[in-house]
C-alpha cells in the first residue's frame, strides 16, 4: 500500500504566500512523476504543476511565474510554494503520485486526501 499525506493548506490574503507538502510513504520502489492538482467547486480537477523523478518541471499558465514544485527524493516528498495568491488560486489541492511499488511490475497513480486552499481578503 502507498499513502500521500498533505499538509500545510489554509486562509490567506490576495497577494500572500503558503506553501503545501506531501510525503508519500509505504510499500514504495520508485517513484516517477509527482505533481499537484486542484479542484474548485463546481469545476473540474485540473493540473496545477507535476516534477519527474529527474526535476523537469511542468507548470499550468495560470500559475506559471508564481508557483514553484520541487521535491526531495530521498523524502519522497514533493513540495508546492505559491507566491501571489488570488482569489481564484481557491481550492482543494491534491497531490498526485505515479509509484512503482515494491514486488510490482507496474506502476500505478495515487492521490492524496486533498487540502484546502483558501484566498479571500
Known amino acids: 500500500q502507498v499513502q500521500l499525506v498533505e499538509s500545510g493548506g489554509g486562509l490567506v490574503q490576495p497577494g500572500g504566500s503558503l506553501g503545501l507538502s506531501c510525503a508519500a510513504s509505504?510499500?514504495?520502489?520508485?517513484?516517477?512523476?509527482m505533481g499537484w492538482y486542484r479542484q474548485a467547486p463546481g469545476k473540474q480537477r485540473e493540473l496545477v504543476a507535476t516534477i519527474t523523478s529527474g526535476g523537469s518541471t511542468n507548470y499550468a499558465d495560470s500559475v506559471k511565474g508564481r508557483f514553484t514544485i520541487s521535491r526531495d527524493n530521498a523524502k519522497n516528498t514533493v513540495y508546492l510554494q505559491m507566491n501571489s495568491l488570488k482569489l481564484e488560486d481557491t481550492a482543494v489541492y491534491y497531490c498526485?503520485?505515479?509509484?512503482?511499488?515494491?514486488?510490482?511490475?507496474?506502476?500505478?497513480?495515487?492521490w492524496g486526501q486533498g487540502t484546502q486552499v483558501t484566498v479571500s481578503s
Open positions: 509505504g510499500s514504495i520502489f520508485s517513484i516517477n512523476a
Open positions: 498526485y503520485a505515479h509509484v512503482k511499488p515494491i514486488s510490482t511490475l507496474d506502476s500505478y497513480g495515487y
